[in-house]
């Protein structure tokens, strides 16, 4: 216990992060590797947010004059500083969030992706050029930078979706606030500390640029009710997406909601099984089940169940689950007890309709929540399986018809996350062509999204679109301008108006 204490300090220490920032104030880091407390965290209060939205406000004011490819130097020299703390970050999302080393390093790798699509970005923030009706004018489109750009995150990815959302709001030409989780408030204090020395060596990045708020839901309230936040991203359950959407339509602020999933994933009779198996096991058990985008709903053809299901039991028994600090543990911890207490609810909640559970045991005590990873063999979508339960419980159900199957697939709430393992190019394509999911994947799992593409989903997941292809565009505000170049004034749709 004592040595987790003493890694940790000089982690912050080396990432440059002030020990009165998490040894001196009033909110509890915990690990859940031990459940020991590793910190108490300074948080802010509400004369403190008022102060640094104002900040926010000047910097946005100031930053947005800077020119695009100049911005994205900024995040060229973060990208830098990012590289070279990757294994101590790693280490830190390790400890504070439960993750094994190769997705803690890989969410750190992501946070460098977007920022070197964001440099190219900051060369291609393009507007159009539109033909006009009237002669001797032209007509335009124009991408100005938005405002002060809220992030309030989840604890499952404490830094990557942070980098998503900041990376393009900087290079759009914005500032930035970010209410991180109060379960990772250590991995957001190291992740601004690398940002600091970016900024520093940049030279003349405006003071506020880029602000952390740690405290309690008061911070995320304050960013969705004021009216100097231009845009809230948020990722976090439905609940939370309930409450924040029409706050912010109500002052007709912009969202990117970035909420619960519910993916499913068919495997289809000419299915390559061992990567499917491959895939749905990374896929379901990975961040034990902790990705918005993890798969917890396996719809098995009737040909294929038995087997499949067999060898699934043989992945689930076999994985090893404990201390990400052990070799070859693939499944860490549950983030604390009330994630293990809901777990055990949802499988309770599936047995009462007729699941058959496999695994889902705590693996041993104290204040730590390890588990065996679940499979529930379900006899319908009924019960716990139509709600995400955040936790490594993957309900799998036999189907018979493809059409029908996908039909069952769409019928949930959420529409993150979807994939189709088969070898038959009509099967995939009718997958691609109906899932509602604002991702579908064909022979890959429904989790581990590459940066590039848009990342969100549709219906109760929020609508949201973040990092890669045209997300910037939320975080920029449109103008159409049409400039007459000649000595008349033709007007649109032939109108005269003479005086
Ligand atoms: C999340 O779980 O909140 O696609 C984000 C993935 C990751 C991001 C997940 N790139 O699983």
């Not at 992060?17 to 998490?22: C, D, G, I, Q, T």
């Not at 034990?288 to 719809?299: D, E, K, M, P, S």
């Not at 940066?451 to 990092?467: L, P, V, W």
Request: glycine content about 12%.
């Amino acid at each position: 216990m004592v040595q987790l204490g003493q890694v940790i300090g000089d982690l912050l220490d080396r990432l440059g992060v002030s020990r009165a920032a998490w040894t001196e104030g009033k909110m509890p880091a915990v690990t859940p590797l031990t459940g020991e407390q590793l910190g108490m965290v300074q948080t802010v209060d509400a004369a403190a947010i008022d102060e640094r939205l104002d900040r926010a406000s000047a910097a946005f004011r100031s930053w947005r004059h800077v020119p695009a490819p100049r911005r994205g130097e900024l995040v060229r020299l973060w990208g830098e500083e990012l590289r070279a703390a990757k294994d101590d970050l790693a280490r830190l999302v390790m400890i504070e969030a439960g993750k094994i080393p190769s997705e803690s390093a890989g969410e750190v790798q992501e946070m460098i992706d977007i920022c070197d699509f964001a440099v190219g970005l900051s060369r291609q923030l393009y507007g159009l050029t539109i033909a006009t009706e009237r002669p001797g004018h032209r007509m335009m489109e124009v991408w100005h930078p938005l405002g002060v750009v809220g992030v309030i995150s989840a604890f499952n990815f404490p830094v990557a979706v942070w980098a998503w959302n900041a990376a393009l709001a900087l290079v759009c030409g914005n500032s930035v606030v970010w209410k991180p989780s109060e379960k990772t408030p250590l991995a957001a204090l190291a992740v601004q500390a690398v940002f600091a020395r970016a900024a520093a060596r940049f030279g003349d990045a405006p003071e506020g640029l880029s602000q952390l708020l740690i405290g309690g839901r008061e911070i995320g309230e304050a960013l969705v009710d004021d009216r100097r936040v231009a845009l809230v991203s948020a990722t976090g359950s439905t609940r939370m997406g309930r409450s924040v959407a029409p706050r912010l339509a109500g002052r007709f602020a912009r969202a990117i909601l970035e909420l619960g999933g519910n993916n499913g994933a068919i495997v289809a009779p000419s299915a390559d099984l061992d990567l499917a198996l491959r895939g749905v096991a990374f896929g379901a058990m990975g961040t034990a089940g902790q990705r918005c985008t993890t798969t917890r709903r396996l719809f098995l053809h009737d040909s294929i169940y038995d087997g499949f299901v067999a060898r699934l039991k043989g992945a689930y028994g076999s994985v090893r689950v404990g201390n990400p600090l052990e070799d070859e543990v693939l499944v860490g911890p549950l983030i604390d007890r009330a994630a293990y207490d809901m777990m055990q609810e949802a499988l309770g909640a599936a047995k009462a309709v007729g699941g058959v559970v496999h695994g889902g045991e705590r693996v041993g005590d104290g204040d730590s929540y390890f588990v065996k990873p679940a499979l529930v063999e379900m006899p319908g979508q009924v019960g716990p399986v139509l709600d995400e339960t955040f936790a490594p419980i993957l309900y799998v159900m036999r189907y018979y018809d493809l059409d029908a199957v996908i039909d069952l697939h769409n019928d949930v709430a959420a529409g993150l996350s979807s994939a189709i393992f088969t070898t038959d190019v009509r099967e995939a394509e009718r997958f691609l062509a109906a899932s509602d999911c604002g991702i579908a994947n064909v022979n890959l799992g429904t989790s581990g999204a590459e940066i590039g593409g848009a990342f969100g989903g549709e219906k109760e997941t929020g609508g949201g679109r973040e990092s890669g292809s045209d997300s910037w565009r939320q975080y920029m505000r449109r103008a159409t301008n049409t400039i007459n170049y000649s000595d008349a004034l033709p007007l649109a749709q032939g109108v005269s108006f003479e005086l």
